[in-house]
């Protein structure tokens, strides 16, 4: 029996048109592994005060609506990746997941948690100084993980 290699791929999804190409990428290896595809999608936290513009008058924005605002927008943008991914590739199963954290641990761990095959992921090509301050999510992923990585630029 052929046991394929890329049997469960998981895609970090956040709507940026690096983890859509990143996503196109992980649809066809599943599709051409028989396999399954994960859509995980992470709501990064809120942790510092938002101020809306003073000139309207407004008051400091409550975080804890921020962030809803944030996971609702996030889990419409999983959904309408769910449904196109289902509609070009109906015979693979899609399973997608929400999460609120830090995008690089929580794409770790889920991994591990799913035990998943092969990990896809975009990049938005952060390079020199800047990516090196501020690292990146797929450099971390990279960093702190043992499963099979894609990046996709």
């Known amino acids: ?3 394929p290699v890329f049997s469960k791929v998981l895609v970090a999804y956040d709507g940026s048109d690096p983890s859509k190409r990143a996503l196109d990428h992980a649809a066809k290896m599943a599709a051409m592994f028989e396999g399954e595809l994960v859509i995980l999608t992470v709501v990064p936290k809120v942790s510092v005060p938002i101020y809306s ?10 975080i804890a609506s921020l ?4 996971r609702e927008n996030y889990s419409q943008s999983i959904k309408k990746a769910e ?11 899609v399973e ?11 794409i770790v761990s ?6 998943v095959s092969l990990i896809v992921m975009g990049s938005r090509g952060l ?12 450099r971390q992923v990279v960093d702190q993980c043992t499963k099979a990585i894609l990046i996709v630029k």
């Open 83 to 93: 449904e196109e991914i289902k509609g070009l590739y109906p015979h693979i199963k």
């Open 110 to 115: 889920e991994a591990d948690k799913l035990g």
């Open 96 to 106: 997608t997941i929400l999460k609120e954290g830090r995008p690089s641990s929580t």
């Open 67 to 70: 962030q809803e605002r944030m």
């Open 127 to 138: 390079g020199g100084i800047s990516g090196w301050i501020l690292g990146s999510t797929s």
């Open 53 to 62: 513009n003073a000139e309207l008058g407004a008051q400091a924005m409550d």
């Open 1 to 3: 029996m052929f046991d």
